[in-house]
């Protein structure tokens, strides 16, 4: 898995989300993320195996 970083871009893979595009904000551990919507713009956590990098 690669790694995530602030400002990298990613897809949602998993639920109801899935296909939106994202942007990482925040990196609380080496599994979850905080993400902001490209669409919202809320932010949500995430787990990073349902994210697939851009």
Do not use: Q, W
Request: net charge positive; hydrophobic share 40%; glycine share 6%.
């Amino acid at each position: 898995m690669a790694v995530m970083t602030l400002g990298r871009k990613c897809l949602v893979l998993a639920g109801r989300r899935a296909g939106e595009k994202v942007t990482v904000v925040k990196v609380l551990d080496t599994n979850f993320v905080e993400c902001e919507s490209d669409k919202s713009k809320k932010v949500r956590r995430y787990n990073i195996r349902h994210l697939e990098p851009i």
